[in-house]
């Protein structure tokens, strides 16, 4: 167990629909990362949480969105879904803001399938 | 653009044997370099890590070096087991805070 939760582990909806993935990171770190895992691409990233604001967004698409709430978990929002949108979701934590001091813990994911 | 590349995208050893994976990277400003292991269905997991400062680290079983000179990084896997195979992909940063970019993996098979 990474301290990183991920919730749901497996989702399947219909296209169209809008879904929420939540995200607990370790206790004692206040960033949240968020990435993206396709069958035939690598980890994308997506966005940043740090203590609550955004701090650094990749290639998010609009029809997604994330937030990070006060007790710092963080909800990642994927709505007018597509086909295209079924991959791994992970969440990621770290104690700062700055990846290259501290590193990632990972979560075991959220697997969206979209029908 | 920067981006962090695997030389192979899958490598096949027997068991009891050293693996070597390969990464090379092309931001010559990357200081932090870490090395992830994914299970199938399982999110990455930290390897080991290694800064600029240093050519070499070692942890149970698994070494990393860092070329800077050519901008190559490797992970070694003494004694490689079953629970081995996996998705390796290496990752790389600068410790001013840019982008941890990750490469594109290889996958580790480990035969009996």
Same mark, same amino acid.
């Given at each position: 167990?990474? %301290?990183?939760? *991920?919730? !749901?582990?497996?989702?399947?909806?219909?296209?169209?629909?809008?879904?929420? &993935?939540?995200?607990? !990171?370790?206790?004692?770190?206040?960033?949240?990362?968020?990435? *993206?895992?396709? &069958?035939? *691409?690598? &980890?994308?990233?997506?966005?940043?949480?740090?203590? %609550?604001?955004?701090?650094?967004?990749?290639?998010?698409?609009?029809? #997604?969105?994330? *937030?990070? #709430? !006060?007790?710092?978990?963080?909800?990642?929002?994927?709505?007018? &879904?597509?086909? %295209?949108?079924?991959?791994?979701? #992970?969440?990621?934590?770290?104690? %700062?803001?700055?990846?290259?001091?501290?590193?990632?813990? #990972?979560?075991?994911?959220?697997?969206?399938?979209?029908? | 653009?920067?981006?962090?590349?695997?030389?192979?995208?899958?490598?096949?050893?027997?068991?009891?044997?050293?693996?070597?994976?390969?990464?090379?990277?092309?931001?010559?400003?990357?200081?932090?370099? +870490?090395?992830?292991?994914?299970?199938?269905?399982?999110?990455?997991?930290?390897? +080991?890590? +290694?800064?600029?400062?240093?050519?070499?680290?070692?942890?149970?079983?698994?070494?990393?070096?860092?070329?800077?000179?050519?901008?190559?990084?490797?992970?070694?896997?003494?004694?490689?087991?079953?629970?081995?195979?996996?998705?390796?992909?290496?990752?790389?940063?600068?410790?001013?805070?840019?982008?941890?970019?990750?490469?594109?993996?290889?996958?580790?098979?480990?035969?009996?």
């Amino acid at each position: 167990d990474s %301290g990183v939760t *991920q919730t !749901p582990k497996h989702l399947i909806t219909a296209t169209g629909q809008r879904v929420t &993935l939540r995200c607990s !990171p370790r206790s004692g770190d206040l960033s949240v990362y968020w990435y *993206q895992q396709s &069958l035939d *691409q690598g &980890l994308q990233f997506l966005i940043q949480y740090y203590n %609550g604001e955004e701090r650094a967004k990749g290639n998010i698409l609009e029809r #997604f969105s994330a *937030q990070q #709430f !006060p007790d710092l978990h963080s909800e990642l929002n994927l709505s007018s &879904l597509e086909l %295209g949108d079924s991959a791994l979701y #992970f969440c990621a934590s770290s104690v %700062g803001w700055e990846e290259g001091r501290y590193g990632y813990t #990972f979560g075991s994911g959220t697997r969206l399938t979209v029908v | 653009g920067e981006s962090v590349g695997l030389h192979l995208p899958t490598l096949s050893v027997q068991e009891g044997d050293n693996s070597i994976i390969n990464c090379a990277y092309s931001n010559s400003a990357s200081d932090y370099f +870490i090395w992830y292991k994914q299970e199938s269905g399982k999110g990455p997991q930290f390897i +080991i890590d +290694i800064r600029s400062n240093m050519d070499k680290r070692q942890g149970q079983r698994v070494t990393v070096l860092l070329n800077k000179t050519v901008k190559h990084l490797s992970l070694q896997i003494a004694a490689t087991q079953p629970g081995d195979s996996a998705v390796y992909f290496c990752a790389e940063c600068t410790t001013s805070g840019s982008r941890l970019t990750f490469g594109e993996g290889t996958q580790l098979t480990v035969n009996p």
